[in-house]
């Protein structure tokens, strides 16, 4: 990763509140968790109003994406947008960070199909971002409208929900059979606990069993032990873990991501079981319908 300044900045903020962008724009290289190709990234600064739009630079004349709800695309283990011959995947560590800083008016200038994955976190993305600094907030920080009744969406087990709150929090829990995993719940709270802290360091994670296969069906073919963790039933075959329960608090991480994309998250408790990001996404897209964005 390389940073195009060693500015130090800037305090955590609200996932509801936005209004900001990057002091100076920074660029981050690494390799593709699905590809496996080297990828770069440049963020810019953008004008107040701008929103977040992404671009590929390897599409000369293509016009920028402007990041949604309804532009996410069915991609099995991670995001993916899509709009025209523009598209991106791997794109919700980025924007996860992106929303912890509080930054709404921001390029994202991408030289290939997937944003790179670099640790399997978001805290490298933060780490850029806070060294180049963030603006103040361009206009008055307006309380969201709070949820006014709860959303449910469920596919068998699994469910995402939001459900009104006085204060954000989102809720994860997950359950697996390899004995290293199990059942995971963890609440975050972002007024009370940092993002850098907090959620930011958590890696993805996946089972050994099933690399082969996955691979054969062409996706992380750039996941190696050092961007991702490994569980082989009982054990995890890269430790230490960061923290004791890090696999659903990178689920947090990515259900962050994914909502993300509504611009501001509204004021709720997100309520997260067995997931996925198909399931983040049409809860993404139910809020956006309801006029929560």
Not at 50 to 60: I, N, V
Not at 145 to 151: G, M
Request: with cysteine; proline share 8%; aromatic share 4%.
């Amino acid at each position: 990763m390389s940073v195009s300044s060693s500015t130090p900045l800037s305090s955590r903020c609200d996932l509801t509140q936005g209004g900001r962008t990057l002091r100076r724009s920074l660029r981050c290289q690494g390799i593709g968790l699905h590809s496996g190709q080297k990828s770069e990234v440049q963020l810019h600064p953008l004008a107040p109003g701008q929103g977040r739009r992404l671009q590929r630079r390897d599409l000369p004349g293509s016009d920028p994406l402007r990041l949604s709800p309804e532009v996410v695309q069915p991609s099995p283990l991670c995001t993916q947008l899509a709009q025209g011959e523009v598209s991106a995947q791997t794109v919700e560590h980025l924007l996860a960070a992106l929303a912890a800083r509080g930054i709404t008016d921001v390029l994202i200038d991408l030289d290939g199909p997937e944003v790179p994955i670099l640790d399997g976190s978001a805290r490298d993305w933060i780490e850029a971002i806070d060294a180049v600094g963030v603006t103040p907030g361009h206009c008055p920080e307006a309380v969201p409208t709070p949820l006014a009744e709860p959303i449910w969406i469920q596919d068998g087990e699994a469910f995402v929900a939001a459900l009104p709150a006085p204060q954000l929090r989102l809720s994860y829990g997950i359950d697996f059979a390899a004995a290293a995993i199990g059942q995971q719940w963890h609440t975050w709270t972002p007024v009370r606990e940092d993002f850098a802290q907090e959620i930011a360091p958590a890696r993805t994670f996946g089972l050994a069993h099933e690399v082969e296969s996955l691979r054969s069906r062409g996706l992380i073919r750039g996941g190696c032990l050092d961007n991702a963790l490994v569980c082989d039933g009982d054990h995890w075959l890269n430790p230490p873990l960061r923290f004791a329960n890090e696999p659903v608090r990178h689920k947090i991480l990515d259900l962050v991501g994914d909502l993300s994309l509504l611009g501001r998250i509204p004021v709720a408790h997100i309520l997260a079981y067995k997931a996925s990001h198909r399931l983040h996404g049409r809860l993404a897209q139910c809020l956006r319908s309801r006029g929560y964005a």
